[in-house]
């Protein structure tokens, strides 16, 4: 209850939860309630959330986009935000884009498997965990909350990427499928402009 500032970092575990997922991760997060409706203490929530939140639309996607989640984690990472801006106004929503860095190599995401890149014309949304951490460090010296995008500002296609990235770890990827040139390309520049 002393804590003035916190960092949820908690996956919602979607594929081993299923239709359990939102439940429980609602759950999880309910046990904050006494701190966040205190009143008598000023604190600070960060909540690491995800792109996934926006689903498969099309095009630049900024923070005002619409939330349309189409999966289990997704749905239960939206109903999260909502969950905490409902309990307290004073949260900062970082939306991460998929996780690369230590023990995430994106070579392995397709390289030496026998799957082929699905939609490999659609751009990669992808940020480096060095980058996650930047982004809380710059949004904890902010006083106004706030949702930012936290994504690389590059954004090659899948297919490029991720064979080069396989072909970085000596490992070949079973092929690509064509499609999805005009997927989602998640917009930073929101936060990018901060620092």
């Known amino acids: 209850m002393d804590c003035q500032t916190l960092i949820i970092t908690l996956p919602p575990r ?35 959330s995800s792109t996934g939140v926006y689903g498969d639309i099309e095009g630049v996607i900024s923070e005002s986009e619409v939330l349309n989640p189409n999966t289990t984690s997704a749905g239960a990472v939206a109903a999260a935000e909502h969950f905490l801006n409902d309990c ?23 390289g030496g498997r026998d799957r082929k890149i699905p939609q490999a014309d659609a751009p990669v949304n992808l940020v480096h965990l060095d980058d996650v951490i ?8 902010q006083n106004d909350p706030d949702v930012y995008n936290v994504c690389s500002a590059a ?6 990427f991720y ?14 499928d064509p499609g999805g040139g005009d997927g989602k390309r998640i917009d930073s520049s929101k936060l990018r402009s901060l620092g």
Not at 134 to 141: H, Q, R, S, T, Y
Not at 155 to 160: D, E, Q, S, V
Not at 163 to 176: D, Y
């Open 163 to 176: 064979t080069a990235a396989s072909k970085s770890l000596g490992l070949e990827v079973a092929g690509i």
């Open 155 to 160: 954004h090659p296609t899948k297919g490029t």
């Open 88 to 110: 307290y106004a004073g949260n900062d929503i970082l939306r991460l884009a998929g996780l690369a860095g230590p023990g995430r190599h994106p070579g392995r995401f397709y």
């Open 134 to 141: 930047a982004a809380i460090k710059i949004v904890l010296e």
């Open 14 to 48: 979607g594929r081993a939860l299923g239709e359990n997922a939102l439940p429980h991760y609602l759950k999880c997060l309910s046990t904050l309630s006494p701190w966040l409706n205190d009143t008598n203490s000023a604190h600070r929530v960060i909540f690491c």
